[in-house]
């Protein structure tokens, strides 16, 4: 796959270690020197306005997408390529989603579990074929990680469905699963396991 634009979820808060804003604005910029197109929550702070700075500065195309009421809340960056504006944190989503051909997780709290996993639902179920990948920096997802093989060890997610969520520990490594991701066969959600 070709990936011409990528939505990262990240956090709007940069985290207690200075690894996470590195990552952020690595991101940035390698998404930059690879011609993708970042699609993101249109955050000024934290993680978000880490990634978007730095590929700006980069020379790099940024769409922000937020609903009206975060906009008001002076939290946006206004210096976007371009900038959506939408109703509800659900719009917000489905703009995301229409934007890119990718998903790229950085750490986050609430909200980026919130998205990615609405994305991993919506691939599970059929709805969307985006590759999903998350930056393993400094093992914040390793909790994860073990919750999702726990998943499948007790039944309540098939190893097909497993494999939607890719792991990297670097950003080109990650990148590189992106780009070489081919969707698994869709067998029926509700197969006995």
């Known amino acids: 796959m070709i990936m011409k634009s990528a939505v990262v979820f990240c956090g709007a808060n940069t985290g207690s270690n200075p690894i996470y804003s590195d990552a952020a604005a690595e991101m940035g910029r390698l998404l930059v020197q690879r011609n993708i197109q970042i699609v993101y929550g249109a955050g000024k702070v934290g993680l978000m306005g880490v990634l978007a700075n730095s590929a700006l ?3 790099g195309e940024v769409i922000g997408v937020i609903p009206f009421f975060l906009r008001k809340k002076e939290v946006c960056h206004e210096a976007l390529s371009k900038l959506y504006v939408v ?3 659900h719009e917000r989503k489905i703009k995301m989603a229409q934007l890119s051909d990718a998903v790229i997780v ?3 709290g609430y909200g980026t579990m919130d998205e990615v996993f609405e994305m991993l639902t919506l691939a599970q179920l059929g ?7 998350f930056l393993n920096i400094n093992g914040f997802f390793n909790p994860l990680i073990q919750q999702l093989e ?3 060890a007790e039944g309540f997610l098939k190893p097909t469905h497993r494999k939607l969520a890719l792991v990297a520990q670097t950003i080109p490594e990650l990148l590189d699963k992106l780009e070489q991701y081919e969707t698994p066969s869709r067998e029926g ?3 006995k396991l």
Do not use: C, F, R, Y
């Not at 709805?127 to 990948?133: E, F, K, L, T």
């Open 57 to 59: 500065e980069a020379g």
């Open 87 to 89: 109703d509800s944190m």
């Open 106 to 108: 950085l750490p986050g």
């Open 127 to 133: 709805q969307g074929a985006h590759p999903i990948g």
């Open 150 to 152: 726990l998943m499948v």
């Open 189 to 191: 959600k509700w197969i």
